[in-house]
């Protein structure tokens, strides 16, 4: 930043006070800060003021520009050395912008912020800038000033392509603080980084932002962000949840030494947290608690601070972790864990030169295309993976010729390993242990079909429920692992992905404790990975009762949902649940096959050794 530019606040940024001031000079200003903190408030000029906005003339109807009414209740507030101007619950139609002087607060009606609805407590109804990204903010906040319980609402915003406007709001300023408001559709929702804002408080903050979350730069001094949480809420329409998995960002951090988040959460954007250098050098944050879910990229880390890094812990990572090859800090993740997502193919991917490492982790639900990818790829750099888990029976771990050394150490495989060592550096495993898939046992069946001709035949054509289904249809036919098998196929015929549920046994059969539910599938091609078989229970009016007990899993810890993907093309591969952990003193009424995709491809898959029983 150009010198000429400094204003009071960065010069008072953490680094620089201390180097001017010294430990006793900063001791000696904090103390006149807190006894001025402590004086009582001036009688009719003090900081804890109150204005209404309705007393300089808002309407809050909706229609009338009230944008010189608050602007006017602000200037006064600032006139008086500060204060709270209050917006009672309405909705306030704003064609311009406003500007936030030092230690004004802009407050409404709300406390926490609620669902999404723009009929309900203090909104503001933003029109100003549309089609200009990079125009005036909605509103700008200066230094100690706050925003909170308010509602923003764009009513021109219309979907499901977004129309662009500037930030909603933008800080100028240390000790900067939002708390308790919703965003309902800001193109960009906060930007604390174009100018320092350093001390940076922000809480309870919820939005659908369509193109930027939280733009957070040139913080010299620490920022804190906890329980913001950026959510679709706004559009459910298919082709805007398309764009905002191409195009947008959640959390974006540049320069900022130490950064603080916590509780904070994303679901369905291009990237959920992004770590880069935006022209002032990049940054260490530490987050705790915070997640992206079913987002392409989970986290991408293209620069962090070499000395200091990102550090997650308990973080919730549903896509794929990038770590690009430009960065050199250290990334770390303590008791996390990584899921794939729709079409995720590993659930990390390592480069740069920094050390990235696990520790108490475990991945999961990679490979959704079934194209061999590991749960974890190291190109280069430094790998740390201790105390971790790998669920699922696939390849784990890549270590590329780059990797200059890894350490995998007491860490669990399901299954048997699989890990490609292909690095020319060093490399170090202590104290792994897997998990062999035994031998399925010998089951006391009370219930047995491979679809031989001695054997229960299936009903065909009995349609238990469809949506979009297309053209589906069972047969049996050789193909099976000995013999015959039972085939599903299909091809949706409309745009919409389709789902049917074929009930092919009637049955009469107690869940016990010990009750095995054990299948053998093939499928033919990536669409059929979400076929599988499903049960009913008494009692049931609705198919997929199996499916609806949310923690019944199979031995790999896979959903068995029919929609959770399944199986590899062209092999056989076994399913089996231990059903009684979950099912126990119920009846099973029905066996149902089923296709429950995401997709609009054809697909095949086969079924055999249908088994219901308790092991020997």
């Not at 906005?53 to 507030?77: K, L, N, P, W, Y």
């Not at 260490?284 to 890094?309: E, K």
């Not at 890990?419 to 009370?446: C, H, M, W, Y």
């Not at 949706?492 to 404790?513: C, D, L, N």
Request: glycine residues 10%; aromatic residues 10%; hydrophobic residues 40%.
């Amino acid at each position: 930043m150009d010198t000429n530019d400094e204003t009071p606040d960065t010069a008072l940024s953490r680094k620089r006070f201390l180097q001017r001031a010294g430990v006793a000079g900063a001791g000696l200003a904090l103390g006149g800060a807190l006894n001025r903190a402590d004086a009582a408030p001036r009688d009719d000029q003090g900081v804890f003021d109150s204005l209404n906005v309705r007393d300089f003339g808002a309407r809050g109807d909706g229609v009338t520009d009230d944008t010189r009414a608050f602007q006017s209740a602000i200037h006064e507030a600032e006139k008086r050395g500060g204060g709270t101007v209050l917006v009672p619950q309405n909705r306030y139609f704003l064609a311009g912008h406003l500007d936030l002087p030092a230690h004004v607060t802009l407050r409404g009606a709300g406390e926490i912020p609620d669902v999404p609805d723009d009929n309900w407590g203090s909104v503001l109804l933003a029109v100003a800038g549309e089609g200009e990204a990079d125009g005036t903010p909605f509103i700008t906040m200066n230094r100690a000033s706050v925003l909170r319980g308010l509602t923003i609402f764009y009513p021109r915003q219309k979907g499901p392509i977004p129309l662009a406007y500037p930030w909603t709001v933008r800080g100028r300023g240390d000790n900067i603080s939002i708390r308790d408001c919703l965003f309902i559709n800001p193109y960009q929702a906060v930007d604390f980084g174009t100018y320092p804002c350093g001390r940076h408080f922000i809480e309870n903050l919820y939005a659908h932002a369509l193109y930027r979350g939280l733009f957070v730069d040139q913080c010299l001094d620490i920022g804190r962000v906890t329980n913001v949480h950026f959510w679709p809420f706004w559009s459910q329409d298919e082709q805007h949840f398309a764009y905002l998995r191409e195009n947008a960002i959640a959390f974006q951090f540049g320069r900022t030494d130490w950064q603080y988040l916590s509780g904070c959460f994303s679901i369905f954007y291009k990237i959920g947290y992004h770590f880069a250098d935006f022209g002032h050098g990049p940054g260490n944050v530490l987050l705790t608690n915070c997640g992206a879910d079913i987002g392409t990229v989970t986290a991408q880390v293209d620069a962090t601070q070499s000395h200091a890094g990102v550090s997650f812990v308990n973080a919730q990572m549903n896509g794929t972790l990038q770590v690009a090859p430009s960065n050199q800090g250290p990334v770390k993740f303590t008791a996390s864990s990584f899921y794939g997502s729709g079409k995720t193919d590993s659930n990390a991917i390592l480069a740069g030169s920094g050390r990235v490492s696990f520790d108490n982790c475990h991945f999961t639900w990679w490979d959704q295309n079934n194209n061999d990818s590991p749960a974890l790829r190291a190109q280069s750099g430094t790998l740390g993976l201790s105390n971790c888990e790998f669920f699922g029976a696939k390849n784990h771990i890549v270590l590329e010729k780059e990797v200059r050394n890894a350490a995998i150490i007491g860490t669990h495989f399901r299954g048997a390993p699989r890990i490609s060592n292909q690095s020319e550096g060093r490399v170090q495993f202590i104290g792994n242990t897997d998990t062999v898939p035994a031998p399925p046992a010998k089951l006391k069946r009370r219930f047995y079909s491979g679809f031989e001709a001695n054997q229960p035949q299936p009903l065909l054509s009995r349609v238990e429920a469809s949506a979009h289904p297309g053209a589906y249809a069972l047969r049996i036919a050789k193909g099976g692992r000995q013999g015959n098998a039972l085939f599903l196929h299909g091809e949706p015929t409309g745009a919409k992905p389709g789902t049917a549920y074929f009930r092919i046994f009637e049955v009469e059969i107690p869940v016990r404790a010990a009750t095995i539910f054990r299948y053998w599938i093939r499928i033919d091609d990536l669409e059929a990975r979400f076929c599988g078989l499903d049960l009913l229970f008494d009692g049931e009016r609705e198919p997929g009762a199996l499916r609806d007990i949310t923690f019944a899993r199979d031995l790999q810890e896979q959903r068995m949902h029919p929609a959770y993907p399944r199986g590899e093309i062209g092999k056989w591969v076994r399913i089996e649940s231990p059903i009684g952990k979950w099912a126990a003193n119920r009846n099973i009424t029905a066996i149902l096959a089923a296709h429950d995709g995401d997709g609009t491809a054809p697909f095949q898959a086969a079924f055999d050794d249908i088994e219901i029983g308790e092991a020997r």
